[in-house]
């Protein structure tokens, strides 16, 4: 069974992570800088390290071993992880957010948005186009008569 914790459905953690190989070689530590800041379900982070951070309640610290398939799998990210490495991450949960209604709706409705507003600019584009191709055209010579009519008239 999957635990509900308090990070299920929170969007954003800052955690302090510091990651390792097997043989103790640190890869990445957020322990010299500022904690890294994780939306859970954008793929910030390798998928191992987003799961390790499921349920995790502020304060708690986790030691998570993450294999290959969910770290850098076969080609590894050279020259600092070697393919197929398994990774050694400590984790603490430093603080949770919420996202806020303008940050939700950047975040879900504009790129919705965006869908919808793109098709229907690029069908009044070739509307406008059609009904330009499809006008009749008139020479040169009839537009200067109508200009000279018109002229006359006044």
């Not at 069974?1 to 302090?16: M, R, Y």
């Not at 770290?71 to 393919?83: D, Q, V």
């Not at 010579?141 to 009519?149: A, H, W």
């Amino acid at each position: 069974d999957l635990a509900v914790g308090p990070t299920w459905g929170q969007p954003g953690v800052t955690v302090s992570v510091q990651g390792s190989l097997e043989d103790g070689r640190i890869i990445d530590s957020s322990l010299s800088r500022d904690p890294l800041q994780v939306e859970l379900g954008k793929r910030q982070v390798i998928p191992g390290l987003e799961q390790s951070l499921l349920d995790m309640c502020v304060g708690e610290k986790r030691r998570a071993i993450i294999p290959p398939h969910l770290a850098y799998g076969k080609r590894g990210s050279p020259p600092t992880i070697p393919g197929d490495a398994v990774l050694r991450f400590e984790v603490e949960l430093v603080s949770l957010s919420r996202a806020s209604y303008w940050q939700k709706v950047v975040n879900e409705v504009l790129p919705l948005l965006c869908l919808g507003l793109v098709p229907a600019l690029l069908g009044l584009i070739g509307y406008h186009l059609y009904r330009k191709a499809s006008s009749p055209k008139l020479s040169k010579k009839k537009l200067k008569e109508e200009k000279k009519n018109k002229a006359k008239k006044k």
